[in-house]
T-cell receptor, first 113, second 112 residues
Framework: DVKVTQSSRYLVKRTGEKVFLECVQD?????MFWYRQDPGLGLRLIYF???????EKGDIPEGYSVSREKKERFSLILESASTNQTSMYLC????????????FGPGTRLTVL | GQSLEQPSEVTAVEGAIVQINCTYQ??????LSWYQQHDGGAPTFLSY????GLEETGRFSSFLSRSDSYGYLLLQELQMKDSASYFC?????????????FGSGTRLLVRP
């Protein structure tokens, strides 16, 4: 079974803090994604990566950055957290090779006070 | 722009059949997927259509009409555990990114 894990289920941070969200997959997937999920807005793509050290902006990259130093790990960084970044953050990975099925982690609910 | 439209909420009775529609407007199209998400849980893959027609997986079926830019998810013999949100998603390009565009989700409530 594919396993995607995220570092925290719940996180509370203060405005201006630097926040790191980590995602790890154990199936040697090449493609990894970070989404945020807000009520009524579905899943919006923040950043994605198709290989180590490679990253591409998604639809809403402002205020975020990412890091992929190892194939299994994809980190989302909020350089200076703001209250409008309070959300559910979901990581996903894709095996590639003719399938686009995305395997999601359990999510991190981030609250910025 | 690129968009997927699906109803925000659907209510049905246990044992019934429900259909969740999805219409899409994307610059490219290479497949329509459906995901299920229970409250507090992660989205999980349900089905995929690349070609026109019906795909059946147990109680769930998914249909695609590429000419109409339309698809639906059909849930039969509804059970209480089917109460969840359902998202359609389109793969718009065949590049190596495997990016999906997601709809905003349909919340299904199954009543006894």
């Amino acid at each position: 079974d594919v396993k995607v894990t995220q570092s925290s289920r719940y996180l509370v941070k203060r405005t201006g803090e630097k926040v790191f969200l980590e995602c790890v997959q154990d199936m040697d997937h090449e493609n990894m994604f970070w989404y945020r999920q807000d009520p009524g807005l579905g899943l919006r793509l923040i950043y994605f990566s198709y290989d180590v050290k490679m990253k591409e902006k998604g639809d809403i990259p402002e205020g975020y950055s990412v890091s992929r130093e190892k194939k299994e790990r994809f980190s989302l960084i909020l350089e200076s957290a703001s209250t409008n970044q309070t959300s559910m953050y979901l990581c996903a990975s894709v095996p590639g090779q003719e399938t686009d099925t995305q395997y999601f982690g359990p999510g991190t609910r981030l609250t910025v006070l | 722009g690129q968009s997927l439209e699906q109803p925000s909420e659907v209510t049905a009775v246990e044992g019934a059949i429900v259909q969740i529609n999805c219409t899409y407007q994307t610059s490219g199209f290479y497949g329509l997927s459906w995901y299920q998400q229970h409250d507090g849980g992660a989205p999980t893959f349900l089905s995929y259509n690349a070609l026109d027609g019906l795909e059946e997986t147990g109680r769930f079926s998914s249909f695609l009409s590429r000419s109409d830019s339309y698809g639906y998810l059909l849930l039969q013999e509804l059970q209480m555990k089917d109460s969840a949100s359902y998202f359609c998603a389109v793969r718009g390009t065949m590049d190596s990114s495997y990016k999906l565009i997601f709809g905003s989700g349909t919340r299904l409530l199954v009543r006894p």
